[in-house]
């Protein structure tokens, strides 16, 4: 699946789109947020717990996740999957969402992977007169697992960046040449804030470009939290495109 019929998703829980269909609003929590799967696991635990006052359905799917030329691309894949594929939650209740490898990451490599969970419109009940609009919800969580002899502790990014202009736009380019993602966030070039929050991920051996609504240098300083016990700080390369 093409990064064109699955768009870039950075938040943890991300609001999708919009059904024609008007229903209650549920609230999903979902935990861990940022589940792992070592070389020597066989599977992970993802947890749903529906706080909302009516029923939610969920359909899980888990798509390979790459960066190339600084795009997102998301791709079918069946080394990761979802046990089960579809849960039905009552109010208050749980579901475990078994997250299942199939096939082992190579050795020394972090692969990268989306966990999509996307709320799937109830039907109206029969007679009832509802009006208005309803929100669809999807969530995004990532997902990475590790191959032999490399582990989430010690898969660490390695992280430059520099300016570039790219169809009359000036862009922030962050280049991973390390072997584990980089999770940005609290983000700042030049002294001006780009995120207080979570921008985004470079992953291992990737780049990902960030657009810049102010003329930036490579001769600044960029910023970031990439954990709350690490922080990167980095002056640019200078790089032609």
Not at 27 to 41: A, G, Q
Not at 178 to 189: C, D, I, K, M, Y
Request: aromatic share 6%.
């Amino acid at each position: 699946m093409s990064h064109s019929l699955i768009r870039p998703l950075f938040l943890t829980l991300l609001l999708c789109s919009l059904v024609s269909t008007a229903r209650a609003g549920n609230s999903v929590m979902i935990w861990p947020i940022d589940p792992i799967l070592d070389s020597d696991d066989k599977a992970a635990e993802l947890w749903l717990e529906n706080r909302g006052d009516a029923t939610t359905l969920m359909q899980v799917r888990i798509f390979g996740w790459r960066q190339l030329n600084g795009n997102e691309q998301y791709q079918n894949q069946q080394d990761v999957v979802a046990s089960p594929p579809m849960v039905r939650i009552e109010p208050g209740k749980r579901q475990l969402i078994r997250l299942i490898k199939q096939r082992a990451t190579p050795a020394g490599k972090e692969s990268a992977y989306r966990i999509l969970l996307d709320e799937i419109p109830a039907p109206p009940a029969p007679g009832s007169k509802q009006a208005g609009l309803a929100f669809q919800m999807r969530y995004s969580v990532p997902l990475f697992v590790y191959g032999q002899g490399l582990v989430a502790r010690n898969a660490k990014p390695q992280l430059s960046w520099h300016i570039a202009k790219r169809d009359g736009r000036q862009l922030l380019l962050i280049d991973n040449r390390g072997s584990g993602h980089a999770r940005l966030s609290n983000v700042t070039l030049a002294g001006r804030q780009l995120s207080s929050s979570l921008l985004g991920y470079v992953l291992a051996g990737s780049q990902n470009a960030f657009p810049l609504n102010f003329p930036a240098s490579v001769r600044d300083t960029l910023s970031a939290q990439l954990s709350t016990t690490r922080s990167w700080q980095s002056k640019g390369s200078p790089q032609a495109e």
